[in-house]
T-cell receptor, first 113, second 112 residues
Framework: DVKVTQSSRYLVKRTGEKVFLECVQD?????MFWYRQDPGLGLRLIYF???????EKGDIPEGYSVSREKKERFSLILESASTNQTSMYLC????????????FGPGTRLTVT | KNEVEQSPQNLTAQEGEFITINCSYS?????LHWLQQHPGGGIVSLFM???GKKKHGRLIATINIQEKHSSLHITASHPRDSAVYIC??????????????FGKGTKLSVKP
């Protein structure tokens, strides 16, 4: 069974704080993804990575950065959290390209006050 | 215009009813995915298909590539089927690395 875990289910941070969201997968997957999910907007891709130290911007990368130092771990960083980054953040991983399923983590609900 | 459109946005059904959720897309795809999200956040993959039809228990997914349309059917619906169902496509244009384009989801509520 593929397992994707995220470091926190709920997180409350103050405006201007640096925030780290961690994601770990245990199936040696090549690709990892960070999404945010907002009511009425659905899931939107922030960043993805197709290999260690490789990253690509998604649809909404502004205000975020990522790090993938090891294959199993993909971190999302909010350099200076803002209230408009309050959202549900979901991590996913997949074995490879378009022909593979994505496996999702449980999500982190981040509130920035 | 969104590249992936789902209908309806919200659906309420009585237990036992046959349910259909529709998904239309406007891009070339390698595959189409149906995902389920229960309250609390976790998303699970129900189906990935690129042609024809797949069945798993009471769930059936079909796709018509020529018409760029897919349907998810639930037979003999049950309150535990209450969830958000999300259609997503893997686009086949160059540079895609397994990215998905998501529909906004269909919120299903099945009443006992």
């Amino acid at each position: 069974d593929v397992k994707v875990t995220q470091s926190s289910r709920y997180l409350v941070k103050r405006t201007g704080e640096k925030v780290f969201l961690e994601c770990v997968q245990d199936m040696d997957h090549e690709n990892m993804f960070w999404y945010r999910q907002d009511p009425g907007l659905g899931l939107r891709l922030i960043y993805f990575s197709y290999d260690v130290k490789m990253k690509e911007k998604g649809d909404i990368p502004e205000g975020y950065s990522v790090s993938r130092e090891k294959k199993e771990r993909f971190s999302l960083i909010l350099e200076s959290a803002s209230t408009n980054q309050t959202s549900m953040y979901l991590c996913a991983s997949s074995l490879g390209g378009a022909a593979y399923e994505q496996y999702f983590g449980p999500g982190t609900r981040l509130t920035v006050t | 215009k969104n590249e992936v459109e789902q209908s309806p946005q919200n659906l309420t059904a009585q237990e036992g009813e046959f349910i259909t959720i529709n998904c239309s897309y406007s891009v070339g795809i390698s595959a189409l995915h149906w995902l389920q999200q229960h309250p609390g956040g976790g998303i699970v993959s129900l189906f990935m298909l690129s042609s024809g039809k797949k069945k798993h228990g009471r769930l059936i997914a079909t796709i018509n590539i020529q018409e760029k349309h897919s349907s998810l059917h639930i037979t003999a619906s049950h309150p535990r089927d209450s969830a958000v169902y999300i259609c997503a496509v893997s686009p086949n244009y160059g540079g895609s690395q397994g990215n998905l384009i998501f529909g906004k989801g269909t919120k299903l509520s099945v009443k006992p």
